[in-house]
């Protein structure tokens, strides 16, 4: 796992691990911190996604990886800087945010009722909530998985990861 405030995570690149994410860097100029809570979710988003991604770039030359990425935002597109383990760029791949902006919007407002519900609901009020955050990161993730499907090979549980760090990259405010 990440130390705090060290968005470089994963640095192991076994090579046995072809069609993957082996290291991933959050832009730290992009990069808003938040709640504990949702810092929480940051890192165990970047560790489960290098402890266990199907990724692999399609296109016929293409490097079959592990890959090393670096996500960040520029003028409102994600961008996906993937280069081999030897850092030289591979591909980018960028696409508007703009189309994700109500379901990440929608995402922070459960997210905040859940932390806030930990505290004083019951547990069937805390599960009902929770529910509808899954629903919601869900449809995110599955967003993320159509419009990467263009460009990778990936399955909807890398793209539910990623879907959380594009949700910690994306809104400011």
């Given amino acids: 796992m990440t130390a705090p405030g060290d968005d470089t995570a994963g640095d192991t690149t076994p090579e046995s691990r072809p069609r993957s994410i082996v290291k991933l860097v959050l832009d730290e100029k992009t990069f808003v911190r938040r709640r504990p809570e949702v810092e929480h979710e940051r890192e165990v988003a970047i560790f489960d996604l290098l402890e266990e991604n199907t990724f692999c770039l399609r296109g016929e030359g293409l490097h079959p990886g592990p890959y090393h990425v670096r996500l960040k935002l520029a003028e409102d597109r994600l961008l996906l ?20 902006r109500m379901v990440v919007k929608d995402y922070f407002i459960v997210c905040e ?6 505290k004083t ?16 990161h869900n449809e995110g993730a599955q967003m993320l998985l159509e419009r990467l499907t263009v460009d990778a ?21």
Avoid: N, W
């Fill in 81 to 100: 800087d993937i280069r081999d383990t030897a850092e030289t760029k591979v591909k980018e791949i960028t696409f508007p945010v703009k189309p994700f």
């Fill in 113 to 118: 009722s859940y932390f806030d519900a930990i």
């Fill in 121 to 136: 609901s019951s547990p069937s009020q805390i599960e009902a909530i929770d529910m509808g955050r899954r629903a919601l």
């Fill in 153 to 173: 090979d990936l399955d909807h549980t890398t793209a539910r990861r990623l879907f959380t760090l594009l949700c910690v990259l994306h809104i400011r405010g």
